[in-house]
Every structure is written in C-alpha cells, then in structure tokens.
C-alpha cells in the first residue's frame, strides 16, 4: 500500500496503513478516490457524504501537496458499535488507523444541540432555524455530515505531513471552505462542537515529525 504524494515518506508504514476488519459486512459504495463502505440503508447518504469527501481531498491534496490512502464508513445505528472508536451514535471520529467513521441517520445526539443552542445563546437559533428547518424541525444532518471533512484533517495529521495549529479549529475551517458553504450556516454549531470560539487559526503546514494524538 503505498503513499501517494510527494513528501518523500515513500512507502506507508504499519502505522499508517487502513484497517479493514471494520469493513466487513458493510456495502462497498460507488468509485470514488477513497474506500466508501455502509450499511445498506444508508447508502444513499454515504454517496453524498463522499462525493463532499472527494471534493474535499483534491482540495486539500493540492493545497498540502498530499494525499492519504483512507477509508469512509457511513453507519446505520445498529452497525455502530464495534465499528466507531467513540460510543455515541452521531458522533464522527477517526479511529486511528485510517477509518472516518460517520454517522447515516439522525441521532438524539445531534438534536441535543438544538437544545444547547437555545439555553446558552437563544439569539442564534433563529440562525440554526434558517439554515437547518426541516418539516417544520431544526435538522442538523447537514452539519454533521461535514465533520467527514474535520475527520480527513485527523488522517492527514496522522500520517505526519500536516501539521494543523489549533487543529479542531483548522480542520473545522476546512470542512466549511472545501465544501464552499456560507460560514453562517455552520459557525453557531462548530462552536459548541469544537470547544472553541474564535474562527481564525493560521494555515496548515507540512511537519514530519509530529505525533499522530489528536
């Protein structure tokens, strides 16, 4: 399995290779320029989630001159466990060796933020409600469908040629300017996600040496 870049890494080590003992039976979704793999009634959700996916890596690869082997699983929640590197349903994570594993169907614990928004800063949801409303419901899919693209910065930073400064803010940042959505509609939300409140950080950098912790 190789390295495709050119950082002179050359070939992937152990530590960087995919691990593919979580995609087994899982549906092998579409062609694109990573592994997609999902449970079968989200497959349709998966397709877009990775074609954002996509858009995002020829961003990023010819932003940072780099592009990892990676793999997309796109989850039911009966699929979750045993597969997510974190316990909640909904909640994206990157477990390490290679898998961005995401959610495909709403979760209690994106709806939970509807309510945070309105207790701590009740002027922004009238924002969340513009960007979000659904049948007459605030529907946070949307956002957390980015957070594919905040899971790819983990992979790049892994990998140990990026280096993100403030690096949930960055990788935020990313998911919003590869996806060329209005800041607006994600800000309120990626702040309570992030644990974060400032929106600037300085530009990724290409670091050898760097630890793969998140």
Known sequence: MSFRGTSGQGMMTTAMAIDPTKHAGLERVGDFPFAVFASTDVVPRAR?????????????GSALDVEPELA????????WEGRASHPVYGM?????AGNLVVAGAPSDFWRGFVGLVAETQPDALSMLTEAYKVDGEIDLSPFFDLLAIH????????????????????TAGISVASTRLPS???TPVARWYSGVSGTGSASP???SSLPSTR
């Open 48 to 60: 877009d989630i990775a074609e954002r996916g996509a858009r995002a890596l020829r961003f990023l």
């Open 72 to 79: 997309l699983l796109v989850l039911a929640p009966d699929d």
């Open 92 to 96: 994206p994570n990157y477990d390490g």
């Open 151 to 170: 899971e790819m910065g983990h992979r790049l930073h892994q990998v140990g040629v990026v280096r993100f400064p403030r690096l949930r803010t960055t």
């Open 184 to 186: 607006a509609c994600t």
């Open 205 to 207: 950098t290409r670091n």
